[in-house]
């Protein structure tokens, strides 16, 4: 969903190169790691972003706040719910009382999401409303970090009517779920009630990574 939106930008790693930070000059830093933010804050102000503390509607207004900019969060944030205000009956219609799951896997896990952990999570069921299955709510949505790690013989128990997936990483192929006999025979499988989300584009939930998540998930449901 970056796509043609960072010409110009450059990688400089995983921030700790602190010459690389020093030479862009930056008037405000904003960091993941509280460990670098001493060093950092030699350089220049900076924030350390906890990840999950605030809801993304709240923290694009804090962003907003450190540059000045809150009209334009406020814009996008009107903008977006006038957006699922005309999506979420017709989808809320189209569903009814099915369930949807969010999952993920690798070559020894399977992931399922909730609504506090990117991945669509937010829209699917923070914003559209929809159900999540009873075990994903209770260990995904009211526990835990927003997500659990499951074992292939406990899939069907957390895999809903309609299931959005991917591998962990774009170049992981998820054949020991996607080619096991417990994955083909989940009724979403197949009633072909599968939708492929792409493993980094469904990764976070900024505004413009679900702008583009929510087009995909409103055309599948």
Known sequence: FYEGKLDGVQNIGDGRNMESI?????DLILAWDAKAAEQLGKIAPT??????????KDQLREFGRMTGTVDKAEAWIAS??????EVKPKVQ??????TVSIMQTDAKNIYVFGDKFGRGGEIIYGELGLKATELT?????????GYTNISL??????????IFTSTWTM??????????AIWKSLPAV??????????????FNDPISMEGQLVFIVSSL
């Open 93 to 98: 219609q189209a569903v009814g009382d099915r």
């Open 47 to 56: 924030v350390v972003i906890e990840y999950g503390k605030l809801n993304y």
């Open 137 to 145: 709510k209770k260990e995904t949505i009211d526990a835990g970090p």
């Open 190 to 203: 197949k009633q072909n009630r599968v939708f492929n989300i792409h493993p980094i584009g469904y990764y």
């Open 80 to 85: 977006w719910e006038a957006k699922l205000a």
């Open 22 to 26: 020093l030479a862009l000059q930056p």
């Open 171 to 180: 170049d992981s192929d998820g054949s020991a779920t996607y080619d096991s």
């Open 153 to 162: 013989e406990k899939l069907p128990a957390f895999a809903g009517d309609y």
